[in-house]
């Protein structure tokens, strides 16, 4: 079992950025790629962006590549989701998923990941 916990969310401007944090615990965490889905009220979970177990080459959603960088520090367990220039539209419940054997053509469909978080809650104002 792997166990998530995210943190970091809050209520922002338009245009603001912030920084979610999700740590693993209960695994080798080297050995999990992660991600992060969101879900926007009325809507189904999101792909957002995923990250290999070295860290290299994070992959992104078009909506917000070029906004927000995934990284992940395999000393401490964590993986970080840098947010800026955020848009009302980025409102959502933002989850981190964890999964030991993701392929790359399943790792932006949410049923193929094992292990979530509860999830934090980003609004951005107008």
């Known amino acids: 079992q792997v166990q998530l916990v995210e943190s970091g969310g809050g209520l922002v401007q338009a245009g603001d950025s912030l920084t979610l944090s999700c740590t693993a615990s209960g695994r080798t965490f080297s050995n999990y790629a992660m991600a992060w889905f969101r879900q926007a009220p009325g809507k189904e979970r999101e792909f957002v962006a995923a990250?290999?177990?070295?860290?290299?080459?994070?992959y992104y959603s078009d909506s917000v590549k070029g906004r927000f960088t995934m990284s992940r520090d395999n000393a401490k367990n964590t993986v970080t989701l840098q947010m800026n220039s955020l848009k009302p539209e980025d409102t959502a419940v933002y989850y981190c998923?964890?999964?030991?054997?993701?392929?790359?053509?399943?790792?932006?469909?949410?049923?193929?990941?094992?292990?979530w978080g509860q999830g934090t809650q980003v609004t951005v104002s107008s």
């Open positions: 990250i290999r177990r070295s860290g290299t080459n994070p």
């Open positions: 998923a964890a999964d030991s054997r993701i392929i790359l053509s399943s790792l932006r469909d949410s049923i193929h990941w094992d292990y």
